[in-house]
């Protein structure tokens, strides 16, 4: 599969939406295109800054000075999220020197524009840090355009992986769209304990059926090794959506670390973005890439894949910063058309190493594309189809060549074609109803379970649902609200450590859902939760009016959520005292952030 020509045409519900989100985005995008055009045409950066300015800049490059200062060569800005606390992220640690080098090659050059911050959401969780998550995401935008506004580069490429490092780092892309933009992944860190053995020693951890010895021997199992997590969490799921969209290099997303197959991709990114600047005649500026297409067959491979639900979060933001305004129902229609091909822990028992061998992307996006469930002509770092996604990067005597991907799914329990997926549908539904507005991820939540009534047990705070759960409280079918979590309250941190507590109550023969205006991370699965409900609660949104025994329904099957109790839309919301949220751990730093951030329905950004 080389030639759009010869694919299927466009799904029709697929090209309903985008013809949707291009008219909603008309004004906004017309304006961005506008900007961005105005600043590409301005010409190469470094040609209109002063002697002073320039040998500022290049004061401390050494050798590469001479290349700077006559400017005729493409320079690449480097915006690096590395540090040694996230595992995902220390391989970027030797990448610049690569870079460096690789550009020599080709007489171009690279400098570091800067560092962004990257935290683990796995060391937060559960923590107050954790209430800064989210906000990160917007801190990291901010980073790389201070990275970036030096205004000395033809090109960006950006070092991150993690949850709200790539969405970040997207922001800051499309806002610089005017030069081009390469995303350089560093892979999952090989195989280790078994994921569904980690979430049972974490079960039999909640019950007290073992120590906190045995607890940490599981988890220090599991993350073990420089890279991502290796189940299908928000960070995989990141770099899932960078080829769908085509900011990666055509099969590089999960390629392990350490390996010559890892440095050979990481040297063919380098060039490419220095062989699609403005200097040359492969002029590809990312905010040309990242269109109404690029996000649609982002969402594709959402559903198809499973992934996770933080991206109901960060897609919206990202598709703001390039003049794209995306909806819920969005998501929700996409999701209606596109089924479940892959089944990779949450959803599964495999991790993304046995996902990627089985076939992966490449896989993926073959099948998608030969049933019209993409836009194959959507433009890419690599060019103008997304049939180059197909191929799958290969070491043949020393040199890198892509060849044609997996046709066959060398493992069904894992992977499947479009007409035998695992489900019918990608698995997220849009919620609505005197509730307000959230969503649902149902891929890993068994078919009985779709639609919960029940009697509401309401509370604050994530700690008080696990000292209830201690005392024995939940005896009866339960929908746990856990409210005041949202953007606003307390920086809508995921609450992923309810997922063993609930999974217990589940285990027990109870009927369990969580209703919640906060997050749960993208590893949670197999218990029904409503979450990123707006408006929330601070904001005076109907879940603020919920009380203990309140009947609540949550229907994933017709996409409602409601209380069905008698006078609930008379009552007054419940105001209880939020000061603790805004002090300890630099809590202080981030109080303008809660002021001024919009709602989860648009990507619950403080800065778009």
Not at 81 to 88: E, G, Q
Not at 507 to 536: C, F, N, Q, W, Y
Request: hydrophobic share 45%; aromatic share 6%.
């Amino acid at each position: 599969m080389t030639q759009t020509d010869t694919l299927p045409p466009l799904d029709p519900t697929l090209a309903r939406v985008t013809a949707r989100i291009r008219a909603r985005s008309a004004a906004r995008r017309a304006d961005y295109l506008a900007r961005i055009d105005a600043a590409a045409a301005a010409g190469p950066a470094r040609a209109h800054l002063t002697c002073g300015n320039q040998a500022h800049a290049y004061a401390a490059m050494g050798s590469d000075q001479e290349a700077l200062a006559k400017g005729r060569a493409p320079n690449v800005g480097i915006v690096t999220a590395y540090n040694d606390m996230l595992s995902a992220h220390a391989p970027y640690g030797d990448y610049p020197a690569q870079i460096k080098a690789a550009l020599r090659d080709i007489g171009a050059t690279a400098q570091v524009a800067g560092g962004v911050p990257a935290m683990c959401d796995g060391v937060t969780q559960g923590q107050p840090g954790m209430e800064l998550s989210l906000f990160s995401r917007d801190v990291i935008a901010l980073a790389a355009g201070v990275a970036l506004s030096h205004n000395t580069f033809d090109a960006a490429l950006y070092l991150g992986i993690c949850d709200k490092i790539v969405p970040g780092l997207v922001m800051a892309a499309a806002t610089f769209g005017h030069i081009p933009a390469v995303f350089l992944p560093a892979g999952p860190m090989p195989a280790g304990l078994p994921n569904d053995e980690k979430a049972k020693v974490r079960q039999q951890f909640a019950t007290g059926e073992v120590g906190r010895d045995k607890l940490m021997e599981a988890e220090m199992a599991s993350y073990h090794a420089p890279g991502t997590c290796t189940f299908y969490g928000t960070a995989n799921t990141n770099q899932m959506l960078m080829e769908f969209m085509g900011l990666h290099l055509p099969g590089s997303s999960f390629v392990n670390p350490g390996t010559d197959l890892r440095q050979a991709l990481t040297v063919a990114g380098a060039k490419r973005a220095a062989e699609i600047t403005a200097l040359g005649n492969g002029f590809r500026p990312v905010g040309r890439v990242l269109d109404e297409r690029a996000f649609v067959n982002g969402l594709v491979g959402l559903m198809a894949t499973g992934g996770s639900t933080n991206l109901v979060l960060h897609l919206p933001a990202m598709a703001r910063a390039a003049g794209i305004e995306l909806d819920l129902e969005d998501f929700d229609e996409i999701s209606s058309v596109v089924p479940l091909m892959a089944k990779v822990y949450p959803n599964g028992l495999a991790d993304v190493n046995a996902f990627h061998a089985a076939g992966g992307l490449q896989f993926l996006i073959r099948h998608l594309l030969g049933a019209g469930l993409l836009h194959a002509d959507a433009a890419t770092v690599w060019g103008d189809s997304m049939a180059d996604y197909t191929k799958e990067p290969k070491l043949i005597d020393g040199a890198l060549t892509w060849v044609e991907g997996p046709t066959d799914s060398q493992n069904d329990k894992i992977l499947r074609p479009v007409a035998e997926g695992f489900a019918l549908t990608g698995g997220l539904k849009q919620l609505s109803g005197n509730l307000g507005r959230g969503v649902i991820k149902v891929s890993a939540v068994a078919p009985e379970r779709h639609v919960i009534e029940a009697p509401a047990r309401v509370f604050h705070d994530q700690e008080a649902v696990k000292t209830a759960f201690k005392a024995g409280e939940f005896t009866t079918d339960t929908v746990v609200v856990v409210r005041f979590q949202g953007p606003q309250a307390n920086g809508m941190p995921e609450l992923h450590s309810l997922t063993p507590t609930l999974s217990v109550l589940q285990d027990r023969g109870l009927k369990v859902a969580l209703v919640t205006d906060g997050r749960m991370s993208g590893a949670s699965g197999k218990v029904p939760a409503a979450i990123h409900v707006s408006p929330e609660a601070t904001c005076a949104g109907p879940i603020a009016k919920l009380i203990d025994g309140d009947i609540v329904r949550l229907d994933a099957v017709a996409g409602t959520l409601d209380c069905l109790s008698e006078g609930f839309d008379s009552r007054p919301p419940a105001q209880p005292d939020l000061s603790a949220n805004s002090h300890g751990l630099g809590r202080e730093l981030f109080e303008t952030f809660r002021r001024t951030v919009g709602p989860a329905t648009s990507g619950a950004s403080s800065v778009l």
